[in-house]
Structures are given as C-alpha cells and as structure tokens.
C-alpha cells in the first residue's frame, strides 16, 4: 500500500530492558482485577526469591488483596501499612485495576546509651 503523497510515518519506540522481579515493594489488587491474588503469588514465585507476604482485605468493594515484600514489614508493621493502603491508595484506585507501589520506608533510632562514671 502507497503513502498518499505529502504524507509521512514515523514510529517512536522506547525500548528497554525487562526487569525482574515485576514488582519492587508492593502489588495492590482490585475486587476485579483481570488477575487474582493467587495468581500472582505463583508467577512471583516462579520469578524470584524475594518472598512476599499476602495481606487479603475483607468487606471491602474496591479493594481484594495487597502483596508486598516481607522485608517491608520488618520495618513497618502490618496495621499501619493496611491503613496507608486504605487511605492513600484506595481513593486514587478503581476495582478492576492492579497497583504497583514503590515504597520508601525510613525508620528513625534514637537510643541513649548510659554513661558510666567512677567514683572515687
């Protein structure tokens, strides 16, 4: 097939490297997401090493399950991550999507250490 004259194509391509794993931090899942919980949870297994821990959320109509790395939660417990999910993330989510989310989570330490003193 002829280009009408005075016409031009052109194709702009990015092309990169795939990256393993597919998901850094955290997957979040809609009630109908095209793929479920226990699917991912397979593929990621087959993939890498990394293990992720499964946190499934009931009684919720936009939200199904989140998938995030275990070291994550080393770091940031549990409760406080269901509820960052539940109120920064779920607004900006419909139920038929999957949500990647790179976390950047830092912890604080202050501790004091007791000075000994000699008397005398």
């Given amino acids: ?12 391509a990015e092309v990169m490297e795939y990256v393993i794993p597919p998901i ?5 899942l809609g009630r109908n997401a095209p793929i479920g919980c226990i699917a991912l949870r397979r ?24 998938l995030v ?11 406080e991550l269901i509820s960052f999910v539940l109120k920064d993330i779920r607004p900006m989510m419909g139920d038929e999507e999957v949500l990647h989310v790179t976390l950047d989570v830092k912890v604080q330490i202050q501790s004091r250490v007791h000075e ?5």
Wanted: net charge positive; aromatic share 2%.
């Fill in 1 to 12: 097939m002829k280009a009408a004259v005075g016409h031009r194509r052109s194709i702009n």
């Fill in 24 to 28: 850094r931090d955290m997957l979040v």
């Fill in 43 to 66: 593929s990621l297994e087959l993939l890498i090493k990394t293990p992720y821990e499964h946190i499934e959320i009931a009684d919720d109509d936009i939200l199904s399950d989140i």
């Fill in 69 to 79: 790395r275990a070291a994550l939660l080393r770091r940031l417990p549990r409760e």
């Fill in 116 to 120: 000994v003193t000699k008397t005398g």
